[in-house]
């Protein structure tokens, strides 16, 4: 499943620097107590300062264990769209009213859910499966707060946030960003 990946490659041992030597990338400076106003993406910000401090706290330790976050596209599977009909059926039941997202009203709309539900039902599980991990050459956080402004603003709120950690060498970045790098778990074979 490639789909989700973005339009270009994130940076890897052979396009980056590794988080833990970021030599060729930034300049000396970066490390000091002014890098993440001289090299963050909102001049200084709060989770520039986050990132930039992971960043910094890494330099020359290439077995640092290091947070990673992702946001994907999230989809319910049947079983959960399945609970929530369910759920709105109940409330209908309960106070005699519709979810207010519906066009539809009182029995029309129960009617609806009834069918819809025996729809999802009868169906085959979905071909599509839901992400569920970080895939060497995807494109990663090191800061939770931007993946989830990702999530929002790239995949319409509609995503949740996978994370693990790994070591610092596993990271790169071209520099274009505090915030995004690429992760490449694959060892160079000496």
């Known amino acids: 499943m490639e789909d989700y990946k973005g339009e ?11 988080l833990h030597d970021l030599t060729g990338v930034y300049p000396a400076d970066f490390h000091s107590g002014l ?14 300062h986050e990132s930039v401090n992971i960043m910094q706290r890494a330099k020359d330790r290439p077995n640092k264990e290091v947070s990673m976050y992702r946001a994907v596209p999230y989809e319910k ?10 759920k709105d059926m109940a409330k209908y039941m309960a106070r005699g009213k519709a979810p207010s997202d519906s066009s539809l009203s009182g029995a029309a709309w129960y009617n609806w859910a009834h069918e819809h539900r025996g729809k999802l039902e009868s169906e ?3 071909a599509k499966q ?10 990663v956080t090191i800061n939770r707060k931007y993946a989830e402004e990702h999530g929002k603003a790239h995949l319409n709120g509609n ?24 992760y490449d778990p694959v060892e160079n074979k000496k």
């Open 8 to 18: 270009h490659q994130a940076p890897d041992k052979d396009s980056g620097a590794p």
């Open 35 to 48: 890098g993440a106003r001289y090299y963050g993406d909102e001049g200084g910000s709060a989770k520039d």
């Open 77 to 86: 599977n049947k079983a959960e769209k399945i609970k929530d009909i369910e």
């Open 124 to 126: 085959p599980e979905e």
């Open 130 to 139: 839901p992400i569920k991990k970080i895939n060497a050459g995807d494109w």
């Open 159 to 182: 995503y949740k946030i996978l994370s693990k950690s790994v070591p610092a060498k596993h990271l790169y970045t071209d520099g274009n960003s505090v915030h995004e790098f690429g």
